[in-house]
Protein backbone atom coordinates (compact mmCIF):
# COMPACT_ATOMS: atom_id res chain seq x y z
CA UNK A 1 0.00 0.00 0.00
CA UNK A 2 1.22 3.28 -1.03
CA UNK A 3 2.46 5.38 2.20
CA UNK A 4 -0.05 8.46 1.49
CA UNK A 5 -2.85 5.99 1.57
CA UNK A 6 -1.66 4.18 4.57
CA UNK A 7 -1.45 7.62 6.62
CA UNK A 8 -4.96 8.33 5.28
CA UNK A 9 -6.17 5.54 6.64
CA UNK A 10 -4.32 5.88 9.67
CA UNK A 11 -5.77 9.45 10.51
CA UNK A 12 -9.27 8.43 9.51
CA UNK A 13 -8.91 5.51 12.41
CA UNK A 14 -7.82 8.23 14.64
CA UNK A 15 -10.79 10.17 13.58
CA UNK A 16 -13.20 7.44 14.50
CA UNK A 17 -11.69 6.89 17.86
CA UNK A 18 -11.85 10.55 18.68
CA UNK A 19 -14.18 12.04 20.64
CA UNK A 20 -12.98 16.32 20.64
CA UNK A 21 -11.72 16.64 17.31
CA UNK A 22 -10.25 20.45 16.95
CA UNK A 23 -9.47 21.66 13.02
CA UNK A 24 -8.23 24.73 12.07
CA UNK A 25 -8.32 26.04 9.07
CA UNK A 26 -6.48 28.04 6.73
CA UNK A 27 -6.51 30.12 3.41
CA UNK A 28 -5.99 26.62 1.05
CA UNK A 29 -9.48 25.08 2.24
CA UNK A 30 -11.08 27.52 -0.02
CA UNK A 31 -8.91 27.53 -3.03
CA UNK A 32 -10.94 24.72 -4.50
CA UNK A 33 -13.75 27.00 -4.62
CA UNK A 34 -11.65 29.99 -6.38
CA UNK A 35 -10.49 31.67 -3.39
CA UNK A 36 -6.86 32.02 -3.78
CA UNK A 37 -4.57 31.47 -1.22
CA UNK A 38 -1.67 34.50 0.10
CA UNK A 39 1.36 32.13 0.10
CA UNK A 40 0.39 28.97 -2.29
CA UNK A 41 2.32 28.86 -6.31
CA UNK A 42 -0.63 30.86 -7.02
CA UNK A 43 -1.37 32.79 -4.23
CA UNK A 44 -2.59 36.45 -3.84
CA UNK A 45 1.09 38.07 -2.49
CA UNK A 46 2.94 35.18 -4.47
CA UNK A 47 1.77 36.87 -7.61
CA UNK A 48 1.48 40.54 -6.67
CA UNK A 49 3.92 41.54 -3.21
CA UNK A 50 2.44 44.44 -3.62
CA UNK A 51 -1.16 43.73 -2.50
CA UNK A 52 0.25 42.79 0.83
CA UNK A 53 -0.21 46.69 1.42
CA UNK A 54 -4.06 46.14 1.65
CA UNK A 55 -3.90 43.61 4.34
CA UNK A 56 -1.78 45.82 6.31
CA UNK A 57 -3.59 48.11 8.92
CA UNK A 58 -1.22 51.14 8.93
CA UNK A 59 -1.15 51.39 5.11
CA UNK A 60 -4.63 51.11 4.79
CA UNK A 61 -5.53 53.74 7.84
CA UNK A 62 -2.88 56.00 6.25
CA UNK A 63 -3.19 56.14 2.67
CA UNK A 64 -6.57 56.97 0.91
CA UNK A 65 -5.26 55.03 -2.44
CA UNK A 66 -4.57 51.97 -0.57
CA UNK A 67 -7.95 51.92 0.75
CA UNK A 68 -9.72 52.83 -2.86
CA UNK A 69 -8.04 50.14 -4.12
CA UNK A 70 -9.39 47.68 -1.26
CA UNK A 71 -12.80 48.72 -1.67
CA UNK A 72 -12.35 47.61 -5.87
CA UNK A 73 -10.78 44.43 -4.71
CA UNK A 74 -13.92 43.87 -2.24
CA UNK A 75 -16.47 44.33 -5.33
CA UNK A 76 -14.92 41.88 -7.08
CA UNK A 77 -13.64 39.62 -4.27
CA UNK A 78 -14.46 36.10 -5.21
CA UNK A 79 -16.29 35.11 -1.74
CA UNK A 80 -19.33 36.15 -3.38
CA UNK A 81 -19.95 33.69 -5.55
CA UNK A 82 -17.80 31.27 -3.98
CA UNK A 83 -19.70 27.67 -3.14
CA UNK A 84 -17.93 25.36 -0.34
CA UNK A 85 -16.46 22.68 -1.31
CA UNK A 86 -15.70 18.56 -0.43
CA UNK A 87 -13.17 19.75 2.05
CA UNK A 88 -15.90 22.05 3.83
CA UNK A 89 -18.28 19.53 4.01
CA UNK A 90 -16.24 17.27 5.57
CA UNK A 91 -16.03 18.97 8.38
CA UNK A 92 -19.81 19.16 8.17
CA UNK A 93 -20.07 15.64 8.06
CA UNK A 94 -17.48 15.47 11.01
CA UNK A 95 -19.84 17.58 13.30
CA UNK A 96 -22.95 15.57 12.20
CA UNK A 97 -20.82 12.56 13.71
CA UNK A 98 -20.71 14.47 17.19
CA UNK A 99 -17.09 14.20 16.82
CA UNK A 100 -16.13 18.42 15.99
CA UNK A 101 -15.52 20.23 19.57
CA UNK A 102 -14.12 23.63 17.57
CA UNK A 103 -13.65 24.49 14.14
CA UNK A 104 -10.74 27.33 14.68
CA UNK A 105 -10.64 29.21 10.91
CA UNK A 106 -8.00 32.10 10.07
CA UNK A 107 -10.41 31.86 6.83
CA UNK A 108 -12.62 35.15 6.41
CA UNK A 109 -15.21 33.62 3.96
CA UNK A 110 -17.77 31.97 6.02
CA UNK A 111 -18.02 28.91 3.61
CA UNK A 112 -17.65 27.02 6.67
CA UNK A 113 -21.19 28.43 7.98
CA UNK A 114 -22.54 28.15 4.46
CA UNK A 115 -21.28 25.01 4.45
CA UNK A 116 -23.73 24.26 7.84
CA UNK A 117 -21.35 24.01 10.37
CA UNK A 118 -23.13 25.46 12.98
CA UNK A 119 -21.84 29.31 13.87
CA UNK A 120 -21.09 28.49 17.45
CA UNK A 121 -18.60 25.81 16.40
CA UNK A 122 -16.51 28.33 14.01
CA UNK A 123 -13.86 30.74 15.96
CA UNK A 124 -12.94 33.27 13.69
CA UNK A 125 -10.05 34.33 14.72
CA UNK A 126 -9.16 37.21 11.69
CA UNK A 127 -13.15 38.07 11.38
CA UNK A 128 -15.62 38.39 8.64
CA UNK A 129 -15.02 39.44 4.85
CA UNK A 130 -19.16 39.56 4.96
CA UNK A 131 -19.34 43.18 7.43
CA UNK A 132 -17.45 46.35 7.68
CA UNK A 133 -16.80 47.77 11.11
CA UNK A 134 -15.97 51.61 11.65
CA UNK A 135 -12.51 52.02 12.77
CA UNK A 136 -13.54 55.22 15.03
CA UNK A 137 -17.03 54.09 17.02
CA UNK A 138 -16.63 50.61 16.11
CA UNK A 139 -20.05 50.41 14.07
CA UNK A 140 -20.78 47.19 12.27
CA UNK A 141 -23.00 46.53 9.19
CA UNK A 142 -23.02 43.77 6.51
CA UNK A 143 -20.17 44.51 3.49
CA UNK A 144 -22.98 44.38 1.00
CA UNK A 145 -24.63 47.59 2.19
CA UNK A 146 -21.16 49.43 1.88
CA UNK A 147 -20.57 47.72 -1.59
CA UNK A 148 -23.85 49.57 -2.85
CA UNK A 149 -22.47 52.78 -1.86
CA UNK A 150 -18.88 52.07 -3.79
CA UNK A 151 -20.96 51.17 -6.84
CA UNK A 152 -23.18 54.12 -6.37
CA UNK A 153 -19.87 55.98 -6.77
CA UNK A 154 -18.33 56.33 -3.06
CA UNK A 155 -15.42 55.36 -3.76
CA UNK A 156 -14.09 55.06 0.28
CA UNK A 157 -17.42 55.18 1.59
CA UNK A 158 -17.32 56.97 5.46
CA UNK A 159 -18.97 55.17 8.30
CA UNK A 160 -22.62 56.90 8.11
CA UNK A 161 -22.87 57.26 12.14
CA UNK A 162 -19.26 59.33 12.62
CA UNK A 163 -17.78 59.77 9.40
CA UNK A 164 -14.48 57.69 10.46
CA UNK A 165 -12.74 55.08 8.19
CA UNK A 166 -14.98 51.71 7.01
CA UNK A 167 -12.74 48.69 6.37
CA UNK A 168 -14.07 45.17 6.64
CA UNK A 169 -14.39 43.21 10.04
CA UNK A 170 -11.73 41.65 9.22
CA UNK A 171 -8.24 41.27 11.23
CA UNK A 172 -5.02 43.09 9.18
CA UNK A 173 -1.75 43.03 9.94
CA UNK A 174 -0.56 45.17 12.22
CA UNK A 175 -4.21 45.22 14.23
CA UNK A 176 -5.15 43.33 17.30
CA UNK A 177 -6.46 40.08 17.73
CA UNK A 178 -10.02 40.16 19.74
CA UNK A 179 -8.98 38.61 22.93
CA UNK A 180 -11.69 36.90 23.87
CA UNK A 181 -11.87 34.84 20.14
CA UNK A 182 -8.25 34.49 20.25
CA UNK A 183 -8.18 33.23 23.94
CA UNK A 184 -11.23 30.68 22.89
CA UNK A 185 -9.19 29.26 20.32
CA UNK A 186 -6.33 28.73 22.44
CA UNK A 187 -8.49 27.24 24.81
CA UNK A 188 -10.51 24.84 23.10
CA UNK A 189 -6.87 23.36 21.57
CA UNK A 190 -5.43 22.60 24.80
CA UNK A 191 -9.18 20.32 25.16
CA UNK A 192 -8.62 18.12 21.80
CA UNK A 193 -8.00 14.24 21.58
CA UNK A 194 -7.49 14.73 18.34
CA UNK A 195 -5.94 18.49 16.26
CA UNK A 196 -6.25 18.75 12.16
CA UNK A 197 -4.64 21.56 10.74
CA UNK A 198 -5.91 22.24 7.34
CA UNK A 199 -4.61 24.17 4.33
CA UNK A 200 -2.52 26.52 6.15
CA UNK A 201 1.76 27.15 5.83
CA UNK A 202 1.14 27.64 9.88
CA UNK A 203 3.00 30.47 10.15
CA UNK A 204 0.81 33.14 11.14
CA UNK A 205 1.15 33.83 14.91
CA UNK A 206 -0.24 33.91 17.46
CA UNK A 207 -3.19 31.38 15.70
CA UNK A 208 -0.39 28.92 14.48
CA UNK A 209 0.49 28.79 18.23
CA UNK A 210 -2.84 26.55 18.99
CA UNK A 211 -0.41 23.73 16.89
CA UNK A 212 1.79 23.44 19.72
CA UNK A 213 -0.35 23.84 22.48
CA UNK A 214 -2.70 21.19 21.65
CA UNK A 215 0.59 19.00 21.06
CA UNK A 216 1.69 19.53 24.84
CA UNK A 217 -1.89 19.37 26.09
CA UNK A 218 -1.83 15.16 24.26
CA UNK A 219 -3.79 15.71 21.22
CA UNK A 220 -2.33 13.54 18.32
CA UNK A 221 -1.66 16.04 15.19
CA UNK A 222 -2.82 15.71 11.53
CA UNK A 223 -1.44 18.13 9.28
CA UNK A 224 -2.58 18.33 5.99
CA UNK A 225 -1.59 20.29 3.55
CA UNK A 226 0.35 20.66 -0.13
CA UNK A 227 3.59 22.47 1.03
CA UNK A 228 5.52 21.92 4.20
CA UNK A 229 4.37 24.07 7.20
CA UNK A 230 5.94 25.23 10.16
CA UNK A 231 4.84 22.22 12.23
CA UNK A 232 5.89 19.76 10.35
CA UNK A 233 8.22 18.34 13.00
CA UNK A 234 5.66 18.03 15.80
CA UNK A 235 2.88 16.43 13.75
CA UNK A 236 2.22 12.76 13.69
CA UNK A 237 0.61 12.40 11.13
CA UNK A 238 1.89 15.00 7.56
CA UNK A 239 -0.35 14.52 4.25
CA UNK A 240 0.33 15.84 1.61
CA UNK A 241 -2.10 16.38 -1.22
CA UNK A 242 -5.15 17.86 -2.00
CA UNK A 243 -7.89 18.68 0.81
CA UNK A 244 -10.97 18.26 -1.53
CA UNK A 245 -9.87 14.58 -1.96
CA UNK A 246 -8.24 13.82 1.44
CA UNK A 247 -10.53 15.46 3.93
CA UNK A 248 -13.64 13.61 3.00
CA UNK A 249 -11.70 10.11 3.45
CA UNK A 250 -10.71 10.88 6.74
CA UNK A 251 -13.92 12.87 7.91
CA UNK A 252 -16.20 11.36 6.32
CA UNK A 253 -19.04 12.45 3.88
CA UNK A 254 -22.73 13.78 3.86
P1 LIG B 1 -1.50 30.63 3.32
O1 LIG B 1 -1.86 31.37 2.08
O2 LIG B 1 -0.32 31.11 4.09
O3 LIG B 1 -1.25 29.08 3.01
C1 LIG B 1 -2.20 28.27 2.39
C2 LIG B 1 -1.59 26.89 2.21
O4 LIG B 1 -2.59 26.02 1.66
C3 LIG B 1 -0.39 26.85 1.25
O5 LIG B 1 0.70 26.18 1.84
C4 LIG B 1 -0.91 26.04 0.03
O6 LIG B 1 0.08 25.24 -0.57
C5 LIG B 1 -1.99 25.20 0.66
N1 LIG B 1 -3.08 24.84 -0.27
C6 LIG B 1 -3.74 25.66 -1.11
N2 LIG B 1 -4.72 24.99 -1.75
C7 LIG B 1 -4.65 23.70 -1.32
C8 LIG B 1 -5.40 22.52 -1.63
N3 LIG B 1 -6.45 22.56 -2.46
N4 LIG B 1 -5.04 21.36 -1.01
C9 LIG B 1 -3.98 21.34 -0.14
N5 LIG B 1 -3.26 22.42 0.20
C10 LIG B 1 -3.60 23.60 -0.38
O7 LIG B 1 -2.80 30.57 4.18
P2 LIG B 1 -3.00 30.78 5.72
O8 LIG B 1 -1.93 30.06 6.50
O9 LIG B 1 -4.42 30.49 5.97
O10 LIG B 1 -2.73 32.34 5.94
C11 LIG B 1 -3.22 33.35 5.12
C12 LIG B 1 -3.97 34.42 5.88
O11 LIG B 1 -4.73 35.10 4.91
C13 LIG B 1 -4.96 33.86 6.85
O12 LIG B 1 -4.68 34.41 8.08
C14 LIG B 1 -6.34 34.31 6.37
O13 LIG B 1 -6.91 35.21 7.29
C15 LIG B 1 -6.12 35.10 5.12
N6 LIG B 1 -6.77 34.55 3.90
C16 LIG B 1 -8.04 34.06 3.94
C17 LIG B 1 -8.65 33.59 2.79
C18 LIG B 1 -10.05 33.04 2.87
O14 LIG B 1 -10.82 33.47 3.73
N7 LIG B 1 -10.42 32.09 2.02
C19 LIG B 1 -7.96 33.61 1.57
C20 LIG B 1 -6.66 34.14 1.54
C21 LIG B 1 -6.07 34.60 2.72
Known sequence: MPRQTHLLDQAARWVD??????????????????????????GVWT????????????????????????????LVHPAWSAQPNAGHAALVALERRG???????????????????????????????????????????????????????EADPPCEECGGILKSDTISFGQALVPEVIDRAMRVATEADLFIAVGSTLQVQPVA?????????????????AEPTACDTLADIVLRGSITQALPRICGEI
Not at 27 to 33: L, N, P, Q, V, W
Open 99 to 153: KLHALITQNIDELHQLAGNSADRVIEVHGTLRRVMCWTCGARRPMQQALDRVRAG
Open 17 to 42: EARRVVVLTGAGISTDSGIPDFRGPN
Open 209 to 225: GAVPRAKRAGARLVILN
Open 47 to 74: RNPEAEKQSNIQYYLSDPQVRRASWQAR
